[in-house]
């Protein structure tokens, strides 16, 4: 069996091999084809005299989504560290796709009949931030790994003043708005409910959801850096975020509130799906055409024969 350490070093200190490229032409395919079934199964919705299992069957693809998406977290972190193009361009189809679908799902939603497919949807989106969150934390332990090892830091470069004064204020204001949340929730639980603490807490949840914009952004440059502690950082932020996610779900679900203010949480969650993998597209396009390690097409990671190209750029 191989060990994490192993495996880390495999993935992000020696290199991609064609294995690995092979399984994310195949994860492509798969998630793009559940996006593709999912938006015309969510404009079938539309349609006069619909039958309710549609509804489920569009709840079920919508599963499979949140799931399925996993993938998309590996190949675009591979891809941002190694600033790969054939990675970085699977990664632009799928964040597009996700996005797509996203838009469609948050337009059509409103149209289900069936409360068992809608509370389906509801519970599936939760689901989402399960599996996504642990799987980014795992991606980046293998990161650090392979950091701490010294191996693959052939295509990182330090950061700039400017990038570095930008990561320190986005982790500075990314931990004050989570513990913001934190506290809030738990206030709540003791409390009660209290308008005031309300309107404290959606102010809160709206950074929470303005944070992760730029999160696609801060995971490049922490990837093509060449130091430890903000790979640290921002894997327990995520861990920070996974907390907060849960405190969140408890004071929705046992503390009294208005429907306005679960419709903007409910909104405000989903549009920010759709936004990261908008900015996560933006993120990767942007490294193809300039990447910070100045890697060329033949210097792009690739293995052949089972040994790491090592020419750069002149």
């Known amino acids: 069996m191989i060990s994490m350490e ?3 070093l495999r ?6 091999t064609e294995a690995d490229y092979r399984y994310f032409r195949t994860t492509e395919v798969a998630l793009l084809s559940i996006c593709a079934a999912g938006t015309v199964f969510q404009f079938l919705q539309l349609l006069p005299g619909k039958q309710q299992p549609l509804e489920l069957i569009a709840a079920f693809i919508y ?10 977290v590996r190949v675009s972190t591979v891809g941002l560290k190694f600033e790969d193009r054939t990675c970085l361009w699977i990664t632009i189809r799928m964040a597009l796709a996700m996005a797509v679908y996203g838009a469609v799902i948050m337009a059509t939603v409103r149209s289900f009949e069936n409360t068992r497919a809608l509370l389906l949807m509801g519970i599936f989106g939760v689901i989402n931030i399960i599996v996504i969150l642990p799987t980014n934390i795992f991606e980046n332990v293998h990161v650090l790994h ?9 295509k990182s470069k330090p950061l700039a003043l400017c990038q570095r004064v930008f990561l320190n204020v986005f982790f500075t204001l990314a931990y004050v708005v989570l513990f913001g949340v934190i506290l809030t929730c738990v206030a709540l639980l003791a409390k009660g409910s209290s308008k005031s603490l309300w309107k404290v807490l959606t102010v809160f949840y709206v950074g929470v959801n303005v944070v ?7 995971q490049h440059l922490v990837l093509t850096e060449t130091r430890i502690w903000p790979l640290q950082c921002i894997i327990v932020q995520y861990a920070v975020v996974i907390v907060s996610v849960i405190l969140i779900g408890v004071v929705l679900g046992s503390v009294r509130s208005s429907r306005s203010v679960k419709e903007i949480f409910g909104i405000l969650g989903v549009a920010n799906g759709v936004v990261v993998a908008a900015m996560l597209a933006i993120v990767a396009a942007s490294a193809i055409a300039a990447p910070r390690t100045n890697v060329d097409d033949d210097d792009n990671n690739k293995i052949q024969g089972g040994k790491k190209k090592n020419a750069r750029n002149a």
């Open 6 to 8: 192993e495996r880390s």
């Open 63 to 72: 599963l499979l989504y949140n799931i399925y998406g996993i993938v998309i």
């Open 146 to 154: 392979a950091r701490k090892s010294g191996v693959g830091l052939e």
């Open 11 to 16: 993935l992000y200190g020696r290199g991609i």
């Open 212 to 218: 992760p914009i730029v999160v696609p952004r801060v």
